[in-house]
């Protein structure tokens, strides 16, 4: 690695105006921390206005941020093309310590902005309550219909798992739900009696929370239709564990997640800026970003859809964001969303090694 171009790469990145730029849209921001009060009034918690402030300044930072680092980074190779490679060539660097040194410094300098974001966000929204974090998704299994009434029961295995776990159940409703009174969700014990029941309005999205037993390695649940007289369809039914975790923990999962899309997408713009333009290469790759949330319901529904989205740094966010705006923390990113990252970085670079040949094919 080439320590002078990595410092002048992290340096490029810690861009005064950068500073500047989100220093005006959080002060916008936290002038309407009015809101957030009023919303807390309404919801009757405080947690709900800290996580409004935190999902805002976050999204708000994020907006001018990611732009500007990844035009940063695409400028990188105009700049060694029009001039700063006979600075580098008395120094004998290789192709591969240039690729590298850009790169880090480039990631290194906006992970330091995420970070001061993310102490921003701790700092103004000033509390740590008890919340959860999503944990892995449940499987249904041995689903069928109970007694005359509109019930359905099914099992459904559970790792192990501390106390104070709950379980929310997200389906599609289809027929004429305008009759049912409230869907209600219980989770029974082994001997069949009930442990707890979580209800929520009807609606064409149900989305109904329930605890769950802290012991047994599989659970019973039960979704009746209260006050239902005719039969209701239910689309496409997903089951998340929840686990007990504070809700400042949400910040730096959010941040840790947007900083390995970042490293990729970094990566991705320093191996393209030999053939695109900085516009033509902010339209790829935050359009393409942009398709790809737009498309997560149609995505999710095949298999190499889902492989996608479980391997793509970023697929997530949408998702990642909704949670962060309850207060709780997203699920923690799976192996193999590092390992797409560190093969979209790898690709990266290995095409901004080629766009070097270009103007230094003997290094």
Known sequence: MNVHLFLLSLRRALHPGIGVALAAVAALVLTGRGIAGETAQLEGTALGARALLRSDLVFALLFVLVPAVLAGAARVFPRLAEGERFWLVPRRASKASIALSAFAGTWLGAVLWLAAIGGLCEVFAGGDAPSLQASVPLELQD?????????????????????????????????????????ELATLTPAGDVHAVGSAAPGRVLDVEVPVPAAGETVEFELFARGAQRAIVLNRPRLQLYVPRTERWSTWLVLGEVALMLGAALALALGCGPWLSVPSLLLFVLGGYALLWLELDALGASTAGEFVLRALPGAQLPESFSEFAEGRSPQALAGSTWLGGLALIALGLAAFHRGLGRWRSGA
């Open 143 to 183: 689903r069928r219909a109970v007694g005359e009434e509109i019930r359905v029961r099914w099992t459904s295995s559970l790792p192990a798992r501390p106390e104070g776990c709950v379980v929310r159940l997200a389906v599609g409703v289809y027929g004429s739900y305008n009759e049912i009174e409230a869907f």
